[in-house]
């Protein structure tokens, strides 16, 4: 299938509208100023929807189950920790939404979708933006290896349709052996990776969704979904997409989209 078949220019008649299930960050800490530059927080009418990071100068990859209510009306902010610091400077149009072609919803898989920017972000040592990189093969992470999620998600469940932090959130979780994921959600899961959540007093929960899940400095998943509104103390792992699986995908539609 075409990689650019579910690409739409965001001045197409188009609605994205899904049912977020997405993830904020439960019992985390506040990022360290420039510790996560990449990150991005993608928005309708100036208003927080989800998180994102940056992944070439004028792309910005998420899930795809991000409810964009009105593409036209779609920024993303980078280069800010803090959203209420957010100037003209920060905020980029969105010339092109490109949703996985086979997402139908996030249980299915294929949760991920990539935000070509108006025009491209100025990087350099000096800037207050950077690149994350992905993964350049498929992943066989090990179960209990530590890696992070940020977001800003809110601080505790149940407040996600208001509760939206300023400040990025950043915690760590480990990596949770797949086969025993899928028994415990009692589904079956193609293409993500499980991580944080299960038995434990933090992880992700609903509210905020398409922040990336970190490990040895590579963007490896999106945080896609857990267990409805069981966030304190959840019987199941968070539930992420495995960027590795979609490797082909992220580069044709990198590189078959014209330039800004």
């Known amino acids: ?50 998180g994102g990071f940056l992944v070439s100068k004028d792309f910005v990859m998420t899930a795809a189950h991000c409810p964009i209510e009105n593409p036209k009306s779609l920024s993303v902010v980078l280069g800010t920790h803090d959203l209420r610091k957010a100037d003209k400077k920060m905020r980029y149009g969105v010339k092109m939404i490109c949703r996985h072609p086979a997402f139908k919803n996030v249980t299915n898989g294929n949760d991920i979708m990539l935000l070509k920017l108006s025009k491209k972000v100025p990087l350099g040592d000096k800037k207050p933006v950077k690149l994350i990189e992905l993964p350049i093969q498929k992943l066989n992470l090990k179960e209990n290896k530590i890696c992070s999620v940020a977001g800003w998600g809110p601080t505790e469940p149940g407040k996600h349709r208001s509760g939206y932090v300023n400040e990025l959130q ?38 905020d969704s398409g922040g990336p899940l970190v490990c040895n400095g590579l963007a490896v998943g999106i945080v896609s979904f857990n267990k409805y509104r069981n966030c304190n103390y959840p019987d199941v792992p968070n539930v992420y997409t495995d960027i590795s699986k979609y490797l082909q995908w992220i580069n044709k539609v990198l590189a078959t989209t014209k330039p800004s």
């Not at 990689?3 to 008649?13: D, G, I, N, Y």
């Open 1 to 50: 299938m075409h990689a650019l078949q579910k690409c739409f220019l965001v001045t197409a008649v188009t609605c994205l509208i899904q049912n977020a299930l997405g993830s904020e960050i439960i019992n985390g800490k506040k990022a360290e100023e420039k510790s996560m530059q990449y990150m991005a927080s993608v928005q309708n009418n100036t208003e927080h929807k989800c």
């Open 170 to 207: 950043v915690l760590n979780v480990p990596i949770i052996n797949k086969d025993k994921c899928q028994k415990l959600w009692g589904i079956t899961l193609k293409n993500v990776i499980c991580a944080g959540g299960y038995k434990a007093k933090s992880g992700i929960c609903q509210g």
